[in-house]
């Protein structure tokens, strides 16, 4: 029961948050509504007893990805609600055509009674008060290898970008 | 869950609640006290004895006085941004384990807002929260002196915020090897400080298992991070009311004041963390049996607070002593110094650490 509430006033949030971010005219405005979508999504998490990647939802995205996201519109100042010409001018249509045509899926499934993904349940109490070692024993253990590969996966591309972005002017 | 079991939920939560605003006020005042002190002053001293109740005055004027609105601000968010100041920073104390857990009627009441088992996590995700009050009053100032505050406290923020969590890291991975697997709890970590360092060497048989001797680096990064994340002096070029005008430049009222006190509980809780990870949390001498029962039961809360101010003071301290940094000294002890320091001591100390539990590698 509980759940169900929260799970219906989470999804207004995460899909309000969606619309904003397509339909503000003001750049920082479609962050936020990022960020809500993000928040929201994170307590749907909370809820399936997800605690370790709710809190990592939080940290990365909404605490580091959507600060930067607000920062590079402050910084380069587009925050004012302009009129941007539009460089896609069939996108819309397009757009429009996708969303119907997936509201009619989804509408189809539902009549016909379509197994949706199921509930989560708790096979073992233990378990909501031990989410980090439940993730971080097969993370450091089984798939220690692929893990440690993403790792240094991310650290490329970072000093990549940084080699890219970086140099020096002869003449400075 | 008995009835008995949510009025302790309730009574830990308000008691934490009511601890931050009391030594919250006591801050404000003492700070000035402080300062006033190291500067050959003699600070407040009409309100109350030695001026005690100052802040309750100041709070009580700024309660009166008109939240002037600007008329080119974006008002929803002008109006939101000094709560979601606030919010983070009471949030941030309740995962702060303040005293040993007290039995009540049979039931036992941990001192402590929440024992989340992500604590840690927790604690970093609602510190990062803390950004959005004040990029959002900077740019919802719709004035050119916020929104450039407001930039200069994000970049800030965020270069800090790393630091502090990769001190925190090696926190964690020694703890993990203080006991039966690692912990994000805080009320785990503080646990594992009781006792001494005896088994090491009995040498040190008198010095107590607190982190912070074999940690002392990410102390120190950690005390240097969290003064830069609570935008303190010397690392205060978010607010420089004197030169550079900070974000609430207009911020006026109830509403101004809702920073400065977010501001203050953030300086108590980022004290009261360091405690907790590094010097052992409420863990000190109970005399159990020499003195009363309630006395023992209280101690461990004197302890935890007379730690905490140990390092609310070195805030007031370094207050006093060092000039504002530049900002591009700030950036470049943050990205060039205190990281690469954070990240060696990580290494370093997790190979230590590997090799007394697991031995050397080739064997």
Known sequence: MVEAVVFVLMAVGALGGAAIVVLARNPVYSALGLLGTLFSVAVLYVVQLAHTVAAVQVIVYAGAVMTLFLFVIMLIGVDRAEMIEESLPWQRRIVLTIGVLVVILAGTLTVSGFDWVPAATVTNPGVTSGTVEAIARPMFTGWVLAFEATALLLTISAAGSIALAHYRRRDG | MSWAEIGLVVLRVVLTFGLLLVVTVINVWAER?????????????????????????????????????????????????????????????????????????????????????????????????????????????????????????????????????????????????????????????????????????????????????????????????????????????????????????????????????????????????????????????????VVPGLVSALLPTVWFLAKTYAIVFVFFWVRATLPRLRYDQLMTLGWKRLIPAAVVWLVVSSVVMGWRQFGPPWS
Do not use: C
């Not at chain 2, 300062?35 to 700024?62: C, E, F, H, S, Y």
């Not at chain 2, 939240?67 to 702060?96: K, N, W």
């Not at chain 2, 360092?197 to 991070?225: H, K, M, Y």
């Open chain 2, 33 to 289: 006290k402080i300062l006033a002190d190291m500067q050959n002053r003699i600070g407040p001293d009409r309100a109350g004895p030695w001026g005690i109740l100052q802040t309750v005055a100041d709070g009580l004027k700024l309660f009166f006085k008109e939240s002037v609105t600007p008329r080119r601000v974006e008002l929803g968010m002008f109006l939101l941004a000094p709560f979601l100041a606030v919010v983070p920073a009471f949030l941030i104390f309740m995962m702060v384990p303040w005293g040993r857990p007290v039995v009540i009627g049979g039931n036992e009441m941990p001192l402590q807002g929440a024992d989340l088992n992500i604590g840690l996590l927790f604690i970093l995700a609602m510190s990062s929260l803390a950004v959005y009050a004040v990029i959002l009053a900077g740019w919802s100032s719709g004035s050119k002196y916020p929104l450039l505050g407001g930039v200069r406290a994000t970049a800030q923020a965020i270069s800090y915020e790393a630091a502090m969590g990769l001190s925190m890291v090696a926190v964690v991975v020694f703890t993990a090897t203080q006991g039966e697997g690692g912990t994000l709890s805080l009320s785990e970590i503080v646990t594992r400080q009781s006792g001494n360092w005896g088994d090491i060497s009995p040498l040190f048989a008198w010095v107590p298992r607190w982190n912070v001797f074999p940690q002392i680096a990410a102390f120190v990064i950690f005390l240097i991070a969290i003064v830069a994340e609570t935008n303190r002096a010397p690392f205060d070029l978010v607010e420089a009311e004197q030169e550079i005008v900070g974000f609430h430049a207009e911020y006026s009222g109830m509403r101004f004041a809702m920073f400065f006190l977010a501001e203050y509980v953030n300086i108590f809780s980022m004290s009261a963390i360091a405690a907790t990870l590094f010097l052992g949390g409420w863990n000190g001498p109970t005399f159990e049996g």
